[in-house]
Nanobody
Framework: QVQLVESGGGLVQPGGSLRLACESS????????MGWYRQAPGKQRESVAS???????NYLDSVKGRFTISRDGAKKTVWLQMNDLTPDDTAVYFC?????????WGQGTQVTVSS
């Protein structure tokens, strides 16, 4: 059974940083894609960053240059390093992984950017 467990959310001031972690119950290279989505109140869920099995990375335009996705196969973990955070980054962040047409989600972790 595939499980994705996020950690690392919290409250941070504007301009601050957070690092989210998503630990998988299986080898992360079994996934075609892994990444992070976020959903702010009243808004649709959107893809923030993703990485495929070959290492191709995509970022949401608004986070380019501020967020970095990375992974460690031995730790079965994908991280999202978030720098220079703004209130617009406030959302619940979800880990997402895909194997062919099957999508898996973590439970979500709250990120709040506020002074």
């Amino acid at each position: 059974q595939v499980q994705l467990v996020e950690s690392g959310g919290g409250l941070v001031q504007p301009g601050g940083s957070l690092r989210l972690a998503c630990e998988s119950s299986i080898n992360i290279f079994e996934f075609n894609w892994m990444g992070w989505y976020r959903q702010a109140p009243g808004k649709q869920r959107e893809s923030v960053a993703s990485i495929n099995v070959g290492g191709k990375i995509n970022y949401l335009d608004s986070v380019k240059g501020r967020f970095t996705i990375s992974r460690d196969g031995a730790k079965k973990t994908v991280w999202l390093q978030m720098n220079d955070l703004t209130p617009d980054d406030t959302a619940v962040y979800f880990c997402n992984a895909q194997i062919l047409r099957t999508t898996y989600w973590g439970q979500g972790t709250q990120v709040t950017v506020s002074s």
